[in-house]
C-alpha cells in the first residue's frame, strides 16, 4: 500500500504530510548522495515558509483567501519563540503582560489580529495539526479577515512555533 494513502487517516485531511525534505541531512542521506547542508537561518526560515504554506493550503481546502506573508509579523513570531525558550514560559501573554497585539506593534505592524503557539513539534505538518485540531487556534488560522501572516520557530528549547496574522 502507498504510504501517501495512509497519512490522512493519521493526521489531518486539511494538510499535506510530505515534507521530508524537511528532515535534518543525515536522517535523508542515501547511499551514494552526498549530505546536503542548509544553514541554520536557512532551515529555520525553511521551516517557517513550509508552515505559511501548510496554513495556505488548509485555507484553499476551506475556501479561504491565502495569507500574504509578512516580515515584520515574522520578526514578531521570532522574537516571541525566542523569548518563551529563553525564559521559559509558554503563554500569549509575557511574564511582564506583554500582549500579542503589543509585540506586533513593537515589531512595526499596525494592524494585528492574532497569534498561534505551539511546542513540541519537530515538523511544519504537525504544528499545523495540532493548531487544526485545537478550535481556538484552527479559528485564528482559517479566519477569513486575516491577510497576513509570519512565523517564527525556536529550535533549541522545544521546539517552539509562533504564527501571526494580521489586517493587511
Not at 487556534?137 to 479577515?145: K, Y
Amino acid at each position: 500500500m502507498d504510504h501517501r494513502s495512509t497519512r490522512h487517516r493519521k493526521g489531518c485531511p486539511d494538510v499535506d504530510e510530505d515534507d521530508d525534505y524537511l528532515l535534518a541531512s543525515s536522517e535523508r542521506e542515501s547511499p551514494g548522495r552526498p549530505a546536503v547542508i542548509i544553514s541554520p537561518d536557512n532551515h529555520r526560515r525553511h521551516l517557517e515558509d513550509t508552515v505559511v504554506l501548510l496554513t495556505n493550503q488548509a485555507r484553499a481546502r476551506a475556501r479561504v483567501p491565502p495569507l500574504k506573508m509578512n516580515e515584520l509579523l515574522r520578526q514578531a513570531a521570532r522574537s516571541h519563540s525566542l523569548d518563551m525558550a529563553r525564559r521559559r514560559f509558554f503563554s500569549h501573554i509575557d511574564p511582564e503582560g506583554g500582549t500579542p497585539f503589543d509585540r506586533m506593534r513593537a515589531h512595526g505592524y499596525d494592524y494585528p489580529a492574532g497569534e498561534n503557539i505551539a511546542g513540541g513539534q519537530r515538523r511544519p505538518h504537525e504544528v499545523i495539526h495540532a493548531w487544526l485540531n485545537s478550535p481556538g487556534h484552527r479559528a485564528n488560522l482559517l479566519h477569513p479577515d486575516f491577510s497576513e501572516i509570519g512565523v517564527g520557530v525556536h529550535l533549541g528549547y522545544g521546539p517552539l512555533w509562533t504564527q501571526t496574522f494580521g489586517y493587511a
